[in-house]
């Protein structure tokens, strides 16, 4: 397992968290990255398919000499890479600028769809259709990313489409598939739920709403209803778990390169894209990608995101357990540490699965909350919450609310994500560094 993980140290990584001798102390300046569920860094492989593109593959992938075909092969490589990750087709996989266009591309394709397989107004059909009003219905859940919640806020806003945001439950902080299947009215038409939590880590349980709205769906067909499309953003389990889009049974599924050591691009993978799912572009052009994302391809973009995939394909297991061995030992230090009382791990909800790498904890006391703890570490580099909200000043993290997690419990929340090279060694430092900065806090130092 270690060998397995040796090779992938990463960048950040080596930079932030120098290995030293024995009895050697740490230096003032030293830091431990612990925020991979916001980025991660480049792996070297990634960092060398991308420059070796640069160099070599510059032509235009669309030209018909060597230096263009040796783009697109390198393009057609990576296509297969990616789909291969998830376990799909490389023709139903489509690369964009990252997982905010991903998302945006499938609600706002999706909203298309609806209206142009409507009746047309007037029209007998029109007067036979089960649907009421024109108005196309999307249903979500109230922990996503604002990459999902905001493009629906705007098409409400815009009198577009209706939304309902399904509230994950307090106990265990998924979404119910009963509450989805209660929330589904005839015009809707997409639900677009995320497959893990970017704070919580917990996992959505995305085959078994599937499976629901695949049943409910033949009898929607028969009463002229429009199909119910699912939607999953996977960026934060990529890299995290296995992920297999005829297991998850998803129409569409978003990726983030930088999610998993990969650059920052991203893909859609859209189940028989153009045949059994629609697809419609949001730009317009060159007619690259099959005209569903035009513009000149990103080779070396595309050929690191395409390498990033196979690592993910070849190591995903290796990674998973570290990944998992490192946090639990975290948790495990956090309430021998502490004292077991003061610590309130917001990520374990009893019997739910969770991603291997995040630990969301709160230490307890009227001074410690988040923002002012991670102001007062020396060594952590974390975050309280999703990078987007960095900014939202001491309000504790809806996320964290929504799952039942008391108020002030969630104002002192800490999202501590370990990566492939975090090592125990750095736990120890960084445990000891919690420490010292609530000391500072509760005036003991
Ligand atoms: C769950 C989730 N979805 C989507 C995104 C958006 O990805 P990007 O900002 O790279 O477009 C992120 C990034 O933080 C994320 O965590």
């Known amino acids: 397992m270690e060998a397995a993980v040796a090779t992938s140290r990463d960048a950040r990584g080596r930079a932030a968290s120098h290995p030293r001798g024995r009895g050697e102390k740490s230096p003032p300046d030293r830091k431990v990255y612990m925020d991979y569920n916001a980025t991660t860094p480049l792996e070297p492989e990634v960092i060398q398919a991308m420059t070796k593109a640069m160099r070599e593959a510059w032509g235009n992938p669309s030209s018909p000499y060597p230096a263009g075909r040796k783009a697109r092969d390198i393009i057609d490589t990576a296509r297969e890479n990616v789909a291969k990750m998830i376990c799909g087709k490389p023709q139903d996989i489509i690369f964009t600028s990252g997982g905010t266009e991903s998302n945006n591309l499938v609600i706002h394709s999706v909203v298309k769809h609806f209206h142009q397989t409507r009746p047309s107004k007037g029209s007998l059909a029109e007067l036979c259709s089960p649907l009421d009003g024109a108005t196309p219905h999307l249903i979500t859940c109230t922990v996503e990313h604002d990459s999902i919640r905001l493009p629906l806020e ?21 979404v119910e598939v009963a509450d989805i299947l209660a929330a589904v009215c005839p015009a809707t038409c997409l639900v677009t739920i995320m497959l893990a939590n970017n704070e919580t880590g917990v996992i959505m ?3 078994e709403i599937s499976q629901q709205i695949k049943a409910l769906n033949q009898k929607r067909v028969a009463s002229g209803l429009p199909v119910i499309l699912l939607h999953t953003d996977a960026a934060q389990a990529l890299g995290k778990r296995h992920v297999d889009v005829e297991d998850l049974g998803v129409d569409f599924l978003t990726i983030v390169g930088h999610k998993f050591y990969g650059p920052r691009i991203g893909a859609l993978y859209v189940r028989g894209l153009g045949e059994l799912t629609p697809l419609y572009p949001m730009l317009f052009g060159g007619g690259q990608e099959r005209t569903f ?6 080779t070396p973009m595309i050929a690191g995101l395409g390498k990033a995939a196979e690592l993910v394909t070849r190591n995903c297991e290796a990674y998973e357990a570290h990944m998992r061995d490192v946090r639990d030992y975290l948790e495990e230090r956090l309430e021998a540490e502490f004292d077991k009382q003061r610590i309130r791990l917001n990520s374990q909800f009893p019997g739910t699965e969770r991603l291997p790498n995040t630990c969301n904890f709160s230490i307890q006391g009227p001074q410690l909350q988040g923002r002012a703890v991670l102001a007062r570490c020396r060594t952590l580099l974390a975050s309280v919450g999703a990078a987007c909200h960095s900014d939202h000043a001491d309000r504790p993290s809806p996320v964290l609310l929504s799952c039942g997690i008391p108020f002030d419990v969630a104002r002192n929340a800490l999202r501590l994500s370990v990566g492939r090279s975090t090592t125990r060694a750095e736990v120890d430092l960084i445990v000891q560094d919690l420490k010292q900065a609530v000391a500072q806090l509760e005036g003991q130092a």
Do not use: Y
């Open 205 to 207: 349980p995305i085959s």
């Open 154 to 174: 705007h098409l409400v806003e815009e009198r577009v489409a209706a939304v309902t945001f399904v509230p994950v439950s307090k106990v265990n902080g998924q």
């Open 293 to 298: 994302r035009p513009g000149t391809e990103n």
